[in-house]
Nanobody, 115 residues
Framework: QVQLVESGGGLVQPGGSLRLSCAASLTVFRGNNMAWYRQGPGKERELVASITTDENPNYAESVKGRFTISRDNAKNTVSLQMNSLKPEDTAVYYC?????????WGQGTQVTVSS
């Protein structure tokens, strides 16, 4: 059974930090490059950060130097540490394979950056 459950979102002030987590079923996690995506208000979903099976990360230019993606292959989890958050980071954040599989999209977790 395919399952992706995101957590860790919330309301944070500009400059603050959040850590998102994604628990994945073994079917999803094993052998797949994983990624975090986000969809802001009125925007299309975009790739934020990705990580290969051997833990090599890549980042969108807009988050480079502020976000860190990691994976725990023993626990089947993918995390996103977000620092120096900006209002433009406000979005629903999702994890999925990279490239994503449409039917694997979960509910996501809302991140709101506002004073």
């Amino acid at each position: 059974q395919v399952q992706l459950v995101e957590s860790g979102g919330g309301l944070v002030q500009p400059g603050g930090s959040l850590r998102l987590s994604c628990a994945a079923s073994l079917t999803v996690f094993r052998g797949n490059n994983m990624a975090w995506y986000r969809q802001g208000p009125g925007k299309e979903r975009e790739l934020v950060a990705s990580i290969t099976t051997d833990e090599n990360p890549n980042y969108a230019e807009s988050v480079k130097g502020r976000f860190t993606i990691s994976r725990d292959n023993a626990k089947n989890t993918v995390s996103l540490q977000m620092n120096s958050l900006k209002p433009e980071d406000t979005a629903v954040y999702y994890c999925n394979r990279n490239p994503p599989i449409r039917i694997w999209w979960g509910q996501g977790t809302q991140v709101t950056v506002s004073s």
